[in-house]
């Protein structure tokens, strides 16, 4: 299996917007779902937002904190994965990781859920500045 590898991370100020993109080489989204998570200095590693595979609809899901802040989304043809992030504030500042899983996930729970995601990019630096 190759590596998910994370681009676009960077220093932002508070209000700024960031795009983050993860390029997976040897993950077919027909049968992968793709996550975004981050870990923040002294956190534990948290969903952000998740995308199912195409089998599965391709529906994707939010944290609270980030909903309606955050968009995922999926290119097929370039085989990456998008995190456009906006109105980003300090609690956003964090390493940001792309995540695949094989087929088997059910429901919001599972999707969001680190453990549930086998393979992971090596992640990107955020940092929102005041």
């Known amino acids: 299996q190759e590596q998910l590898k994370e681009f676009g991370g960077g220093l932002v100020p508070v209000g700024g917007s960031l795009r983050l993109s993860c390029l997976a080489p040897?993950?077919?989204?027909?049968?992968?779902?793709m996550g975004w998570f981050r870990q923040g200095p002294g956190k534990e590693r948290e969903s952000v937002a998740a995308?199912?595979?195409?089998?599965?609809?391709?529906?994707?899901y939010y944290s609270d904190s980030v909903k309606g802040r955050f968009t995922i989304s999926k290119d097929n043809a370039k085989n990456t994965v998008d995190l456009q992030m906006n109105s980003l504030n300090a609690e956003d500042t964090a390493t940001y990781y792309c995540?695949?899983?094989?087929?088997?996930?059910?429901?919001?729970?599972?999707?969001?859920?680190?453990?549930?995601?086998?393979?992971w990019g090596q992640g990107t630096q955020v940092t929102v500045s005041s």
């Open positions: 995540a695949a899983r094989d087929l088997g996930c059910s429901g919001r729970d599972c999707y969001m859920t680190p453990n549930e995601y086998r393979f």
């Open positions: 040897g993950f077919s989204f027909s049968r992968y779902a």
């Open positions: 995308i199912t595979s195409d089998w599965s609809g391709g529906h994707t």
